[in-house]
């Protein structure tokens, strides 16, 4: 069963569940704005920041790390006031680039990559690590065009990640502590021949259930890359899963208008809704918190 929250997200993005707020948060990067829903909620709230915003996480303090279009910045929300402050600049140089999906790994430190704005897109992107510990580390990894997919393996030594337009997911032997990866290997493409990977998330099983943009569905793989589960949504073009609720039962899709001609649109008026499905079990992880609290 398929409940959606009309929204019309031109780029919805990065969904995740907040435990201690009960709330739902994800990304219009489009808009310039992250978003809130509360369980009684009608609508949801909307906190405008300085520019787009690709990926985020929730911190331990409290704060989340944004990452905008060139920069991580810390947002803390203090009586309705929104209060920003930038942490590392991102390519700054490259003014072709821009922050798109991230998470953070089993250790709380953030994971992400950078997006090629321009039209023919190019693999000119890179895969970084950034933490309070460390600073901002590149991964070794192939450059991308469009970086997608990123989460961890329960044990946080496999690192999933995509590149969209390459139309694979790949996986890694992931070190949190020294920003080292190795061992890159193909982990599973999409059987759907209009399928684009987008973002995924892990569940307590450690399969992986991966949007894909194109093809309106979520599907469910298992460790081992073998697809498992597929769940059609209503809209062409779906985003990033996220597990969430109260049990870590519901499975929460965002979704985008981008891309689509005004016949989709007139067909699909959801496009950009967030969808919820109620799951048989509880499937879901926790999400780390980003390691923000450092002490003397």
């Known amino acids: 069963m398929h409940r959606h929250f009309l ?11 907040n435990p201690q707020q009960s709330a739902w948060w994800w990304t219009d990067i489009e808009a310039s704005a992250v978003y809130r829903l509360r369980k009684n909620d009608v ?19 409290g704060k989340l790390l944004l990452g905008s ?3 991580l910045t810390s947002m803390q929300i203090d009586n309705g006031a929104m209060l920003f402050s930038d942490l590392c600049q991102v390519e700054a140089d490259q003014n072709r680039t821009r922050i798109n ?15 090629d704005q321009d039209s023919p897109k ?24 469009i970086p997608n997919s990123i989460c961890f393996s329960l044990d946080g030594k496999t690192m999933y990640f995509a590149d969209t ?24 493409k999409p059987s759907h021949p209009q399928a684009s990977p987008d973002g995924s998330v892990i569940d307590r ?16 793989y298992s460790p081992d890359g073998i697809e498992m589960r597929v769940i059609e949504v209503p809209v062409k073009n779906p985003t990033c899963p996220a597990f969430g609720g109260a049990k870590l039962d519901q499975l929460m899709v965002t979704s985008s208008r981008k891309d689509m001609s005004e016949e989709e649109l007139f067909k699909m008026p959801d496009a950009g809704s967030l969808f919820c499905i109620t799951l048989e079990d509880a499937l879901g992880v926790p999400e780390v918190l980003f390691d923000d609290e450092i002490s003397d």
């Not at 609508?43 to 303090?61: E, I, N, Q």
């Not at 991230?102 to 430190?109: A, P």
């Open 122 to 145: 190019q693999a000119i992107g890179s895969f970084y690590q950034f933490s309070m510990q460390h600073g901002l580390r590149r991964l070794a990894l192939p450059k991308v065009a």
């Open 69 to 71: 279009v060139n920069s």
């Open 101 to 115: 999906d991230g998470r953070t790994d089993r250790r709380g430190f953030f994971v992400f990559g950078t997006f």
């Open 43 to 61: 609508m949801p709230t909307r906190y405008l920041t300085p520019d787009r915003v690709g990926s985020f996480a929730h911190g331990r303090s």
């Open 205 to 220: 099983n450690g399969c992986l259930w991966n949007a894909q943009w194109g093809a309106a569905r979520v599907v469910q």
């Open 165 to 188: 337009l390459a139309g694979v997911i790949q996986r890694c032997d992931y070190d949190a502590e020294s920003a080292m990866v190795s061992n890159v290997r193909f982990f599973a």
């Open 7 to 17: 929204h019309e997200a031109i780029l919805g993005e990065c969904l995740l569940w």
